[in-house]
Nanobody, 127 residues
Framework: QVQLVESGGGLGQAGGSLRLSCKTS????????MGWFRQAPGKEREFVAS????????QSADSVKDRFTLSRYNAENTLTLQMDNLKPEDTAVYYC????????????????????WGQGTQVTVSS
C-alpha cells in the first residue's frame, strides 16, 4: 500500500503563495489518482483539487480555481499544490489522498473514494 507524507505548509500572507508537496512511497505512484482536501477549524473536510494517474484529467473546487495549480511528477513520486493569491479562508489543514486506479484515469473529488491519506499539513493565511 502507498504511504503519503505532506510538506510545505506554514504561514502565508493574503495575496501570497505557498507550495505543498506530497511524497509517496510503498507502491507505484503512477497507479494512483491523487487529490488534496482541506479541513478548516470547526468545519468538515472539503475537496480542493484532484488529478488522474496520468495527469491528463484534473478537477478543482470553485473556491480555488484560477488560484491553485495541481501537478504530479510520476518519476519522482510527488504531487504538488501551488497555491497563489492566498486568502485567509484558505487557512486549514491540507491532506493529500490517494486512490488506487490501475485501469482507469479519473480525477476523484469525493472523500470516500480515497483510501489512503497523509497526516496533513497546516496552512495559515494572515490578512
Amino acid at each position: 500500500q502507498v504511504q503519503l507524507v505532506e510538506s510545505g505548509g506554514g504561514l502565508g500572507q493574503a495575496g501570497g503563495s505557498l507550495r505543498l508537496s506530497c511524497k509517496t512511497s510503498g507502491s507505484p505512484f503512477s497507479l494512483y489518482g491523487m487529490g488534496w482536501f482541506r479541513q478548516a477549524p470547526g468545519k468538515e473536510r472539503e475537496f480542493v483539487a484532484s488529478i488522474s494517474r496520468s495527469g491528463l484529467v484534473t478537477q478543482s473546487a470553485d473556491s480555488v480555481k484560477d488560484r491553485f495549480t495541481l501537478s504530479r511528477y510520476n518519476a519522482e513520486n510527488t504531487l504538488t499544490l501551488q497555491m497563489d493569491n492566498l486568502k485567509p479562508e484558505d487557512t486549514a489543514v491540507y491532506y493529500c489522498a490517494a486512490r488506487f486506479d490501475p485501469i482507469g484515469d479519473q480525477a476523484f473529488s469525493v472523500e470516500y473514494e480515497y483510501r489512503y491519506w497523509g497526516q496533513g499539513t497546516q496552512v495559515t493565511v494572515s490578512s
